[in-house]
């Protein structure tokens, strides 16, 4: 066990509890994966559908191979490249790894997260770890401890506080197509199209899905349009003009929610930001969001989640002026 790790996660898993973990995207809660009743008590804290697959965390590439049926040269590529990182790589799993975890897919997703906290568990744990967000499904994602505490009971949850997410969303998730060397685009996040694309060698092709084809459904039954949400109904304009402009007509009981114009910043301080507006006597929320926001790379996980966690999405350009 680590010095840095003021608990023993086998003693935690051993009472039947789970871990929320501390990573670089955001907190999460582990279980191993070759435990079927605390698995199976994630989804049932979470209120998550049994449709939607975990993330099984790893603590090394050796780790991640005993997890796959297949270990392609770019996964190894990608897995030196990115790991420990925000990037998720989907593969044809190995057979001990449960339908509960895939929701019954012939693949697997796994991650090495860069956090020292969460390698630490990892590393003292008795196997790898799956680990959704520590939130309750569809709910805006955990970036601190506490957000995690407001949720859920110490009774079931040991919470290990390692701070304020660094990247503040959630990972990048690829699906590595072997036979037809197509990598698919699965869910943006901080690691970008094009820091894939400059990776990928001759003979892979880089696929986006659009997140509402059918495609998108089938292969990622976890991509819900409605995802990340407050409480209160989020309404986001894509305007040049100033927020105070766009929201200059909306009554006492909107509260408007501002982003730090570099999409890193933005990204970490997303959930925050929306859960700090997302209080009792608030009506609505607003966030007014650049045009040059929806084409640059570095924004595409910012703008995916506020897509997601929008109940209202107008776009100035061609919808016209704003009027609540
Ligand atoms: P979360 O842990 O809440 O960030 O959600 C994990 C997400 O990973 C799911 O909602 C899916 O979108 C994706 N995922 C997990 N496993 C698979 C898989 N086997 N195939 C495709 N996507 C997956
Ligand atoms: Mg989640």
New binding site residues.
Partial sequence: MSDALAVDPRAVFAAGRLIALPTETVYGLAAPIDRPDLVARIFELKGRPAS????VHVGSIEQARSCVSQWPELAQRLAERFWPGPL?L?LPKAAHISDAI??G?P???LRMPDHPLALAILNASPAPLV???ANLFTRLSPTRAEDVRAVFEPADVEVVDGGPCRVGI??T?L?LDIDTRTLRW??PGQISQSDITAELPPGWKLKVISERSKEAID?????MQEHYRPAKPLTVVISERSAETVFSDVGAGWRLVSLPQEASAAARRLYRALREADQDHVARLGLCLPPCCLDQPPWEGVVNRLRKAASQWHDERALGPYRA
């Fill in positions: 939607n697959p975990l993330i998720t989907v895939t929701a897919q693949t697997v997703a680990a959704p967000s959630e990972s998730i699906g699965l869910r292969v990622t039954p976890g991509r």
